[in-house]
Nanobody, 122 residues
């Protein structure tokens, strides 16, 4: 079992930056791929980014590519999402997930955090 807790959400201005963190406890975090998903009101959950167990391989949704960066520090059991040049389409609840496969499909991840709200407003 892996327990995940996100932090770092909040209010950000358009064009601004925010860094989300996801701290894991339980089983060794570096056994798992880490991922971020988001869900805006009235919309389906969507894939944002994933990173393999040692951080060597990452993948991003086209909508965030070049603006968001996923990273991890296994010594701290923590997954990060650096969000730069944020726009209104990025407003959503962001959730981290962990699983054994690097996939864009949310249902493939057995472990989830509770989510953290990101609001974009000037």
């Amino acid at each position: 079992q892996v327990q995940l807790v996100e932090s770092g959400g909040g209010l950000v201005q358009p064009g601004g930056s925010l860094r989300l963190s996801c701290t894991a406890s339980g089983r060794t975090f570096d056994d798992y791929t880490g991922a971020w998903f988001r869900q805006a009101p009235g919309k389906a959950r969507e894939f944002v980014a994933h990173i393999n167990w040692n951080g060597a391989v990452t993948d991003y949704a086209e909508s965030v590519k070049g603006r968001f960066t996923i990273s991890r520090d296994n010594s701290k059991n923590t997954l990060y999402l650096q969000m730069d040049n944020v726009n209104s389409d990025d407003a959503a609840v962001y959730s981290c997930a962990a699983g054994l496969r690097s996939t864009k499909i949310g249902s493939q991840y057995p472990y989830w955090g509770q989510g953290t709200q990101v609001t974009v407003s000037s």
